[in-house]
């Protein structure tokens, strides 16, 4: 069976609590991972994931309905780890990265290779620990854009600005990104650390 | 097309969304430039080794937690009683609260006879409490259907439109002036508050809130010509405190393209 999201929003809305279950275990997925490439920190996120949900079934009945679902709860999402961010100023280091059991490979890694594991989790971390080094506001961007895959329209309404505004931001965002990245990481070591069939994407520029 | 204006297009140009004409003079000053061959291949990587951090997934048991949550703070949303009854499920719940209130006084009808003797006339007979909304049949959160559409990733929806985008309002002037060029967004400091409501929340897609004395007060972004380094710090600052929309950290705040909320891509580039 399956179910329009307007619809499982009125519903939902209405008092039907399935009906935001449904909606929760369609996009939690992505705002916890939000929110843990916004804190760097496994049981943070999950601890502000709950509370960005339940934010939002609180004011759910007064949801406009004027947007998607999906961009009202990222919304939600981004100014809830801001507002932690700027509340705790985290900072977390690369041996803590280290400790971290979260930082591990997903299962089913296709590149089995014991090395090629290593470079791919020296690779996580390092881009981790240069999330976490750049301004917040840019981080979110980057995530939004390069993790969860929003379009540029989308992440404007998300972070409330126009896309031409964006188009600047996602610039400076993803520039401070590399300059974050170079103490941990060159380009070489990028590309090694990378699953064999991205090497031919940057070959071709 | 000279180096400057093409390392400003690289973002724009790996995201395909430059104009065919600027996407190829981009690919062409690519090929034959080795520093912005060298440039964009660091950009591009370093893109690349975003998009390779795996998805983490949630501890189980998430829907669970939250629901009993939701539950313990009594937060299930309380519906209009019209939405209510107009559900076949409302219908049969409200039957059988009627039904069972019957049963009730009929099963104690010898006690219930004494025991309304002992009230005053006054006393009313016992409410329906507790009545929060139609309950379905709570299957396990493996068992939920999955949901059709909706999902963020590679979405463009139509609904989303360029003109609804800004929640800044804009500062007047004419396309080419330099107030235009230098649009500031900065909350206005003692301005009313417009729509007063949890700071938490994503206000612009939410409706007012009846109670606006019970809520902490907002303020709209009001595009500004301030470039005073003080007044933006108090500025940040209250816009920290509210949780507004346009993204802040203070660090940043003396970049002047920061606070441009609607800047044209063209004049930047």
């Known amino acids: ?205 | 097309m000279d180096c400057r204006r093409v390392l400003r297009r690289i973002s724009l140009y790996s995201d395909r969304r430059l104009t065919p004409e600027e996407q190829s003079r981009v690919a062409l000053h690519l090929e034959t430039c080795v520093s912005c061959r060298q440039e964009f291949a660091s950009f591009a990587a370093a893109m690349e080794a975003i998009g390779s951090l795996d998805r983490q997934p949630a501890a189980p048991g998430g829907w669970d937690r939250l629901r009993a949550e939701i539950e313990a703070r009594g937060q299930v949303a309380r519906p209009t009683w019209q939405a209510v009854f107009a559900t076949p499920a409302g219908l049969a719940v409200s039957a059988a609260a009627m039904l069972a209130l019957a049963v009730s006084l009929v099963v104690l009808q010898p006690g219930a006879r004494r025991h309304q003797e002992a009230l005053s006339p006054s006393t009313s007979p016992p409410a329906v409490t507790g009545f929060t909304g139609p309950r379905t049949q709570t299957p396990s959160s493996s068992a939920l259907p999955s949901v059709q559409g909706g999902t963020p990733r590679g979405a463009t929806p139509a609904a989303l439109s360029e003109s609804a985008n800004a929640t800044v309002a804009k500062a007047d002037g004419p396309p080419s002036s330099p107030a235009r060029r230098k649009r500031m967004a900065i909350v206005r400091p003692n301005a009313p508050a417009v729509r007063p409501m949890a700071s938490d929340m994503a206000s612009d897609y939410l409706e007012p809130d009846p109670e606006p004395s019970a809520r902490s007060s907002r303020e709209t972004v009001y595009a500004s010509e301030s470039s005073d380094p003080d007044s933006v710090s108090r500025e940040v600052a209250q816009m920290v405190s509210t949780g507004l929309a346009p993204l802040v950290d203070a660090a940043d705040s003396r970049d002047p393209l920061y606070w441009i909320t609607d800047v044209d891509t063209e004049e930047w580039l």
């Not at chain 1, 999330?131 to 390069?146: D, E, F, G, K, Q």
């Open chain 1, 1 to 205: 069976m399956q179910f329009d999201e307007s619809h499982l929003v009125s519903l939902a809305r209405s008092g039907d609590l399935d009906a935001f279950g449904l909606l929760y275990r369609q996009y939690a997925p992505g705002i916890y991972n939000l929110i843990l490439r916004m804190l760097g920190n496994a049981d943070d996120a999950e601890d502000v994931t709950q509370e960005v949900f339940l934010r939002a079934h609180r004011s759910l009945n007064r949801f406009k309905g004027n947007a998607r679902f999906s961009t009202w709860i990222y919304r939600i999402a981004t100014n809830v780890s801001l507002d932690e961010l700027r509340r705790r100023k985290p900072v977390v280091s690369l041996e803590q990265l280290s400790a971290d059991s979260s930082w591990e490979p997903a299962a089913g890694d296709p590149e089995g290779n014991p090395e090629r594991l290593m470079q791919r989790r020296a690779t996580q971390e390092a881009v981790q620990a240069a999330l976490l080094a750049m301004p917040a506001h840019y981080r979110v961007l980057v995530v939004l854009r390069h993790m969860e895959g929003l379009s540029y329209e989308e992440i404007a309404r998300v972070v409330g600005c126009s896309v031409n505004a964006l188009n600047v931001r996602l610039h400076r965002a993803r520039e401070a990104f590399r300059r974050a990245l170079a103490p941990y990481m060159n380009v070489e070591e990028l590309r090694s650390g990378l699953p064999s069939g991205s090497k031919k994407n940057i070959a071709l520029l």
